[in-house]
């Protein structure tokens, strides 16, 4: 029994936690959005959207997060932005080739504890490193509205 234990977490990954895990508001919101915007491919994928790593730009009216691996250039051809009529704040959705790699949060501290409390838990974000990277160039700071 004890080797099996052993066994099973031998090569056991953690993931990204789910956006609708640590925010589920969020993401109720995210989806009503873009469905909203006529965005019916994106508010499917807002269900499954991960948060891989804050935005890290330090400014206290940010809360937000990418859902992929933090470009290291610009996102290049196949990028767009998708702001969308929050109920408060903004929210502005990074989007390549059909993926959201970003969301944008603005003006929203309460999400900050849960963001936080998620990403200290320790998780790796296989997903994430498995994602190929966008072009070199990017910028290095929050965008902001």
């Keep these: 029994m004890e080797q099996e234990d052993q066994d099973q977490g031998q090569g056991q990954e953690h993931t990204a936690p789910l956006v609708r895990d640590v925010l589920p508001a969020l993401t109720a919101e995210l989806v009503r959005l873009l469905e909203e915007e006529g965005e019916h491919e994106l508010a499917i994928c807002a269900h499954d959207l991960r948060i891989v790593t804050e935005c890290g730009c330090g400014d206290d009216f940010c809360q937000s997060f990418y859902t992929e691996r933090r470009p290291t250039g610009p996102y290049g051809p196949g990028h767009r932005n998708v702001p969308l009529s929050a109920d408060r704040g ?51 700071e929050h965008p902001g509205p």
């Design 90 to 140: 903004y929210l502005i959705l990074d989007v390549v080739h059909g993926r959201i790699m970003c969301v944008e949060v603005l003006d929203r501290p309460e999400l900050r504890p849960a963001l936080t409390a998620a990403l200290a838990a320790g998780l790796t974000p296989t997903r994430a490193a498995a994602s190929p990277g966008p072009a070199a160039g990017a910028e290095a």
